[in-house]
């Protein structure tokens, strides 16, 4: 896209807005801006190389990493329908296979199942993306989301329910389900589950409604017009320093050296507020 010449005939910088407008953002891209307005600055805005690594020992890291991938691809290819040959698998996987095999998502709705799903919508005038680990569900009726987390540790249930990906997926369901599912989704048929290999019998349910439906819009849609409203040359740094420990930029902002573990849990910061009725705007 061409930059905009001004009167001068010189080539003017895009706005913020515009530049955000031609991102497609995800749940992750969205809680960085929510975490710390100046990582995702230097993320998405300004391509800025990763000085540190985000945890340590960096070969703990490297090897959960990985691990995490793997798995989601062994899941891939069990939902697909394929082998899933237990002596192939690496022997850190094991457990975890063997806790799937033991404990599967329940109770799951209907027949069809699609791992790796994209989908995508445009929300609030902005394009959304997602990709769904699983989505099962029945043509024409109700539908859930598995997520597998591969993490040491689990998070509890109040920390799931502030991440941005327990507002953006079930949302993004709805919004994208005439074009994916081929049929509009009523909220109350969307569940979001959280499944964890170190607790598989326990896994975290999420029951959509209409109510968390229209909240959720009015939240994100607030979180975006803050995104969209930013400006200044650097963006504010998280008053949350403890975010910083687990952030490849820290070193960037003089937020120290030293990398947190990554299985740490830090405290997020305070969600976006609804915006307030007309009723309640004092002039």
């Known amino acids: ?66 691990l995490g991938r793997q798995f989601h691809r062994v899941m891939e290819r069990h939902w697909l329908g394929l082998p899933v040959e237990r002596a192939t698998l690496d022997a850190a996987l094991l457990p975890w296979w063997d806790a799937f095999i033991a404990h599967p998502p329940a109770d799951l709705p209907g027949t069809e199942r699609r791992p790796e799903l994209h989908t995508t919508a445009v929300i609030h005038g902005q394009r959304i993306v997602a990709t769904f680990d699983l989505l099962a569900y029945e043509p024409g009726g109700p539908a859930a989301i598995v997520d597998w987390k591969t993490s040491a540790r689990r998070p509890n249930r109040t920390w799931l329910d502030r991440r941005l990906q327990t507002l953006i997926y079930p949302l993004l369901l709805i919004e994208s389900a005439p074009g994916l599912l081929g049929c509009a989704l009523p909220p109350e048929d969307v569940r979001f589950i959280y499944w964890f290999t170190n607790a598989p019998a326990e896994p975290e349910v999420f029951q959509y409604s209409t109510a968390r439906y229209e909240s959720d819009k009015r939240t994100l849609a607030a979180l975006l017009d803050r995104l969209l409203a930013m400006e200044g040359e650097t963006w504010p740094l998280t008053p949350n320093v403890e975010l910083c420990r687990l952030c490849q930029y820290r070193s960037l902002c003089d937020r120290g050296r030293q990398a947190g573990h990554p299985d740490e849990e830090f405290e997020l910061p305070e969600p976006v507020p609804e915006p307030a009725a007309p009723d309640d705007f004092v002039l």
Do not use: H, I, K
């Open 1 to 66: 896209m061409a930059t905009p010449t001004g009167r001068s005939g010189t080539r003017q910088p895009d706005s913020t807005a515009a530049r955000v407008r031609r991102l497609n953002l995800s749940q992750s891209s969205l809680q960085d801006f929510t975490d710390c307005a100046r990582r995702f600055q230097l993320r998405y805005l300004m391509d800025q190389a990763w000085p540190a690594p985000v945890a340590e020992p960096l070969q703990d890291a490297e090897r959960a990493d990985l």
